[in-house]
């Protein structure tokens, strides 16, 4: 059977539950997620137009669960990344979202898909 990678996305469920126990969070979220901003209903998929987007106190879905928003669409990438935040949203914290990956890589290199150190 072969080892598939087990990735998730933040859910307003997810998002809550950091809250309530006070943790710091970035959670990559999905595009077709429903928010309120300004008192206006929309989906985060209409506002990943643009290159950069930093959102604060933006409620989630019908829940209402309240988060920070961040949007970044680096030149070169195929998508943009969108992330749940605890604290304050800017361009270098997400930037620290990604530094993430690396470490993946290295992970799953040295797990199943190379060196076997399982």
């Not at 959102?55 to 969108?82: F, Y």
Request: aromatic share 14%; proline share 3%.
């Amino acid at each position: 059977m072969k080892n598939v990678p087990f990735r998730f996305y933040g859910t307003p469920n997810l998002i809550s539950y950091c809250r309530d126990k006070k943790w710091v969070y970035h959670l990559k979220l999905k595009d077709n997620l429903t928010l309120l901003v300004d008192g206006n209903e929309t989906y985060l998929a209409s506002l990943t137009k643009c290159e950069q987007r930093f959102l604060e106190h933006v409620n989630l879905t019908k829940k209402s669960v309240q988060t920070n928003i961040e949007i970044v669409h680096e030149k070169g990438h195929e998508s943009q990344w969108i992330i749940a935040i605890s604290a304050a949203p800017d361009y270098y914290k997400t930037m620290d979202y990604g530094i993430r990956w690396g470490i993946e890589c290295m992970f799953s290199d040295f797990k199943s898909k190379g060196f076997s150190l399982e």
